[in-house]
């Protein structure tokens, strides 16, 4: 497929944001910057709440990144400044695994991803020293550091402020301190810190998309294996363009919803005797809906049937896309199933994502949904160039309309994932 470069919406990310980083780390810090190392967010383009039912996702990396200017330190401490909120935390790495402080004796590997009870640090702190704690834990030798993050991803707009900030933080440390994570490790243990330090009970798509984001491609995952297949994904060769959609609506107050959607379906696996909702196959659903209704509750079973169905999408999505002359309308079809079924049976969408999805088709794109966990955040809408405008205005005008922020748009680029840039 062909690269999309020199236009505007190229998928390299800007060098300006890599000079800001290093500027900005001279003003904070003085002297210079080791290395800046980058992490994108992503969208997810279909596959939602998947990731955690061992499920398959569809996510690609965006042009949109986290950047990390570091250098190394000759003490223990580990000061991070974020630029976008102006505030730094500074700590003792050796305070971080000592007995009596936020130790924790699980092993490295251990499946348990339940939060630590105590963790020495809160608010977005955690996110940067729990990739901190997580990597000493894990046995990787991390050294005193500066770092200077700042970022271009909304920040919980759905679209992995947080994974991005985990990344670009965790290659800055292993950058600056000696060691090198395959992208495996990269994504595993920045979602355990995500998980147990952050309390953050999220799956694994968001750190995998940041990790191993392709230009041109979006990453088939499949969640249980762990394996990843980039797919290309050159929507400019079909004269459209994936728009992204950000209502403005923090998706923050969703936290226990989302808690409460995994709770759900770990009950009716346990229920069904199956590991995961992944081992429920599409032709055995009505049979499976029936059963966990009268076991347990219909709430329960809608939130199978999503999972059950949004899966099956992501897979006729794919080959779909695997066919040499697909065109756009069947995937925004499945685009505007998984909407639906993420509204009506995983009830995770919110008044601005429905009115930015009904709206963006009445313009005319293929499809669309929201992205990522719901209760807020972002829309996607797959939209002929040609169009863009009208579905932008319209949506802009029917936000108006009701009274909502003025939502935000770009186009979603498919990038490069975590890497060091400078
Ligand atoms: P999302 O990942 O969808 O943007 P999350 O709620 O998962 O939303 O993560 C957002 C949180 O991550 C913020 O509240 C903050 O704690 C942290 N964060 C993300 N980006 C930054 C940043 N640039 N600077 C400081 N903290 C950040
Ligand atoms: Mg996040």
């Not at 990310?13 to 900005?24: I, K, N, Q």
Request: proline share 6%; aromatic share 6%; net charge negative.
């Amino acid at each position: 497929m062909s690269r999309q470069t020199g236009s505007a919406s190229s998928a390299v990310p800007s060098t300006a944001f890599v000079d800001e980083a290093r500027r900005g780390f001279t003003e904070q810090f003085g002297g210079e910057p080791a290395g800046v190392w980058t992490a994108p967010g992503r969208v997810n383009v279909i596959g939602e709440h998947t990731d955690y039912n061992d499920g398959f996702v569809l996510p690609m990396a965006i042009d949109r990144a986290c950047h990390a200017a570091a250098a190394p330190r000759a003490d223990r401490v580990l000061r991070v400044y974020a630029a976008q909120l102006g505030k730094t935390v500074e700590v003792s790495l050796d305070a971080l695994t000592g007995p009596g402080s936020a130790g924790d004796t699980r092993p490295a590997d251990s499946p348990d991803m339940s939060p630590l009870a105590d963790p020495a640090v809160t608010g977005w702190a955690a996110y940067p020293v729990g990739v901190a704690w997580v990597l000493q834990q894990a046995g990787f030798p991390v050294g005193g550091a500066d770092i200077y993050l700042t970022s271009t991803v909304p920040v919980g707009s759905g679209l992995s402020s947080s994974a991005a900030l985990e990344c670009a933080t965790a290659l800055a440390l292993g950058g600056i301190s000696g060691f090198e994570l395959t992208t495996a490790e990269l994504a595993r243990h920045t979602q355990r810190a995500e998980n147990i330090y952050a309390g953050v009970p999220c799956g694994p798509l968001d750190q995998m998309s940041s990790a191993y984001g392709e230009d041109g491609s979006v990453l088939f995952i499949d969640t249980r294996s762990g394996e990843v297949r980039p797919q290309p994904f050159d929507l400019a060769a079909e004269g459209a363009v994936l728009l992204v959609i950000d209502t403005r609506v923090s998706h923050a107050h969703g936290e226990n919803g989302y808690a409460d959607r995994r709770a759900a379906c770990e009950r009716a696996a346990a229920f069904l005797g199956v590991p995961a909702l992944r081992d429920i196959a599409l032709a055995d659903l009505p049979e499976t809906f029936a059963k966990v209704a009268v076991g347990l509750d219909e709430t329960t079973a809608r939130r199978v049937r999503h999972v059950v169905t949004e899966n099956a999408r992501v897979q006729q999505f794919v080959a779909i896309l695997n066919h040499k002359d697909f065109s756009l309308p069947p995937l925004g079809h499945r685009m505007m199933q998984s909407h639906a079924s993420l509204r009506d049976d995983y009830e995770v969408s919110a008044p601005e994502l429905d009115v930015a999805v009904a709206t963006a088709v009445a313009a005319g794109a293929h499809g669309a949904r929201m992205t990522g966990g719901g209760f807020g955040g972002s829309a996607i809408a797959l939209v002929d160039t040609g169009l863009l405008d009208a579905v932008q205005d319209a949506v802009r005008a029917a936000f108006a309309e009701h009274g909502y922020p003025e939502p935000q748009f770009f186009p979603a680029v498919a990038s490069a994932g975590a890497r060091r840039t400078a």
